[in-house]
């Protein structure tokens, strides 16, 4: 997925992660609800992929999003250490782990010492951690384009959304398609080029909305691109 030279520069990194964090850290509602629509999934899909049977990976995924919401963490939270991603693994990682020598030790007895911010980002992932969650996170990033997609098409009472769905996500010839649509077969051909094109922007703009410079917004899409494909 190449870059498109019209989307670049400084100001097309204007509502990004961490500006978000800062109206959160502030106390901004709004922000954290975007924070939490955006990185929920993928911290609950990352915990039930690690939890044992019977692991409740929703309330887990609550106290990790309680921890980072805490204005007092937000606060503490660096850009320049790194991307947010990260710190938001770093925080899933220690509150799964924390939650699994919780239940070995409450059969000895004794409690977890809590962890500063200093502590949580001195201990990076192993490269399996990483690649699964920045897994789940391409996965969220797909999810929330299509959802875009749909409803601009639905708006605009396009075709394009579900010609794409049915060829590229349930895998229906373009005959197939042209009979379920109702339409010739050029013009399904034509709704399934044009629609991929939209979604490519579609995605192209949610990845945006999570970095603050180029590189990062480069090095993401290549995050995206090894995951789930040249999409």
Known sequence: MPRDPGLSGPSWFRTTAWSMIAGAA??????????????????VRFLESRLPKGGDAEA??????????????????????????QLILA??????????RKATRQKRGGGVTPVSLDELTSHPPSPEEEDGFA??????????????????CEEKGKA??????????????????????EKKETNVT????????????????????????????????????AHVGGA
């Open 26 to 43: 502030k106390g901004g509602g709004a922000d954290v609800t975007r924070l939490v629509r955006q990185y929920r999934r993928p911290i």
């Open 60 to 85: 887990l995924a609550n106290d990790v999003l309680m921890t980072v919401l805490d204005p007092g963490f937000l606060a503490k939270a660096d850009q320049g250490k790194g991307r947010f991603r």
């Open 91 to 100: 925080v899933t990682r220690f509150t799964l782990n924390n939650a699994l």
């Open 135 to 152: 897994k789940e996170w391409a996965v969220e990033m797909l999810s929330q384009a299509m959802k875009r997609f749909k409803e601009a």
């Open 160 to 181: 394009e959304y579900d010609a794409v769905r049915l060829r590229d996500l349930e895998g229906l010839s373009v005959e197939e398609i042209a009979k379920r649509l």
């Open 190 to 225: 034509t709704l399934i080029h044009r629609g991929r094109l939209a979604l490519r922007e579609h995605i192209l703009e949610t990845i945006r909305g999570y970095c603050s410079t180029e590189e990062e917004y480069e090095e993401e899409v290549r995050t995206l691109l």
